[in-house]
Nanobody, 125 residues
Framework: QVQLVESGGGLVQAGGSLRLSCAAS????????MGWFRQAPGKEREFVAV????????YYGVSVKGRFTISRDNAKNTVYLQMNSRKPEDTAVYYC??????????????????WGQGTQVTVSS
């Protein structure tokens, strides 16, 4: 399995921007589709975005579409989540995840077999 480590979380004011990074190690990064999920206190884990192995196809959750952008750099073994126009309801622990089944673009937690430890993002109003 691939090992994942998120970074870049923190406190940001509503309307501000933040970029999360997820560094991968252990396996060939380009053999995975990569996703971001988030989980707020007392809520279920929510799909945020996914990007295919080459970076050419992306898909977003309804609540973040148009505000967040997922990207990847296979040379750096890193996937990013650029978050703009932040809202207080974006406050959550953000997780990156890896899916080794390249023929699908998964959006369910069960599609992803490897997970990072998560990074806290807090948006103040």
């Amino acid at each position: 399995q691939v090992q994942l480590v998120e970074s870049g979380g923190g406190l940001v004011q509503a309307g501000g921007s933040l970029r999360l990074s997820c560094a991968a190690s252990g396996r060939t990064f380009s053999r995975y589709n990569m996703g971001w999920f988030r989980q707020a206190p007392g809520k279920e884990r929510e799909f945020v975005a996914v990007i295919n192995w080459s970076g050419g196809i992306t898909y977003y959750g309804v609540s973040v579409k148009g505000r967040f952008t997922i990207s990847r750099d296979n040379a750096k073994n890193t996937v990013y989540l650029q978050m703009n126009s932040r809202k207080p309801e974006d406050t959550a622990v953000y997780y990156c995840a890896a899916d080794s089944t390249l023929l699908r673009l998964g959006s369910s937690s069960s599609d992803f077999g490897s997970w990072g430890q998560g990074t806290q993002v807090t948006v103040s109003s």
